[in-house]
């Protein structure tokens, strides 16, 4: 039987905010490297993937944090692959502080895609040898839609550059993430806190791409927001829903 993957990140001063505390950017950072070790563990990796001309995408994150970690303390992180929904391979993650209380948890869906032509594949097809670990879910809800406000205002764009982009090629998960949060400096920077973070990844972008980002325009909704951002050729790229405590 399969067993949850642990790893411990102490908080760099470059991952905390204003606030002293561990960024939401580089909490997606941590999962997206566990999941990483993790998938190469169980070799469904990287390197694995792409010599059957395979690439995991990932298409859907919810978040949900209790308690946000100082920099200098250390986050340890478990993940561990949940289930597979039609097309969608879902991963689920919990966290810890330094003296084992859990303070978050988070799901994740992900596509897996043929490197030619990026259409998706099948993961039962190739997972078929991965046993279901016998743990709680980290968040038991499989990730819908995220459903689009009637009213939007302009929030500023962005242009992708080399900073952006990963391995693949295109624009970081993380980054899409530090983008819709900088729609949030007055509240960020208010000590305002995020309880939980829903973001869709609709479309990839590339070196060279421009995104133009979008809020909910509503009056008195200051504990949930939304964010939208779509692309040059009017794409959507990504939606979110952000929660306030």
């Not at 470059?14 to 939401?24: A, G, L, M, P």
């Not at 580089?26 to 190469?40: G, P, R, T, V, W």
């Not at 980002?213 to 990504?238: H, P």
Request: glycine share 4%; with cysteine; net charge negative.
């Amino acid at each position: 039987m399969l067993h949850p993957f642990k790893q411990s990140f102490r908080i760099r001063s470059y991952e905390s905010d204003i606030n002293d505390r561990v960024k939401v950017s580089s909490i997606f950072n941590y999962m997206q490297e566990i999941a990483s070790l993790h998938a190469d563990k169980l070799h469904f990796g990287y390197d694995d993937m792409t010599a059957k001309g395979l690439l995991w995408v990932l298409s859907r994150a919810k978040l949900v944090m209790h308690e946000y970690p100082k920099t200098w303390e250390e986050i340890t992180v478990e993940t561990w692959p949940k289930n597979i929904v039609k097309l969608f391979a879902n991963r689920d993650f919990r966290f810890y502080n330094q003296s084992g209380k859990v303070i978050g948890s988070a799901t994740t869906a992900w596509l897996m895609l043929n490197r030619e032509n990026f259409r998706p594949v099948n993961p039962a097809a190739h997972l078929q040898d991965l046993q279901k670990v016998e743990v709680p879910p980290g968040l038991d809800e499989f990730l819908e839609k995220i459903e689009e406000p009637e009213s939007l205002l302009p929030m500023g764009n962005y242009k992708i550059s080399y900073k952006d982009i990963d391995i693949n090629k295109h624009t970081n998960n993380s980054r899409y993430i530090e983008y819709l949060l900088d729609c949030f400096d007055e509240k960020l920077t208010s000590g305002n806190t995020i309880s939980s973070i829903q973001v869709n990844f609709l479309n990839q972008t590339k070196s060279g791409d421009e995104l133009f980002l979008f809020k909910n325009g509503s009056e008195g909704q200051t504990d949930v927001d939304y964010i939208e951002a779509v692309n040059q050729y009017n794409e959507k790229v990504f939606n979110s829903k952000i929660e306030w405590i």
